[in-house]
Nanobody, 116 residues
């Protein structure tokens, strides 16, 4: 059973930074890709940033230039560095591990609140 545990969320003022961490229970290279998603109240869950097994990254247009996804394969960790945070970044952030077609896995989520 794959387990993903997020940490690092919190309340910050606009313009500040946060770094989210995701700890995976197994090797992150066992997944096709890993990523961060978010869901704001009343909105659908959306992809924020992904990183493939090969190291290719992809970002939502709304976070390009501000957020950076990275990984530490020795520690089985994936990170999301979030800079220049905006109130519209407020959401629950979820770590995702993609092993399709076998399945996808999600963490429990961590709340990020950005005040204006």
């Amino acid at each position: 059973q794959v387990q993903l545990v997020e940490s690092g969320g919190g309340l910050v003022q606009a313009g500040r930074s946060l770094r989210l961490s995701c700890a995976a229970s197994g090797s992150i290279f066992s997944f096709t890709a890993m990523g961060w998603y978010r869901q704001a109240p009343g909105k659908q869950r959306e992809s924020v940033a992904t990183i493939t097994r090969g190291g290719s990254t992809n970002y939502a247009d709304s976070v390009k230039g501000r957020f950076t996804i990275s990984r530490d394969s020795d520690k089985n960790m994936v990170y999301l560095q979030m800079n220049s945070l905006k109130p519209e970044d407020t959401a629950v952030y979820y770590c995702n591990a993609d092993r399709r077609p076998l399945g996808q896995y999600w963490g429990q989520g961590t709340q990020v609140t950005v005040s204006s």
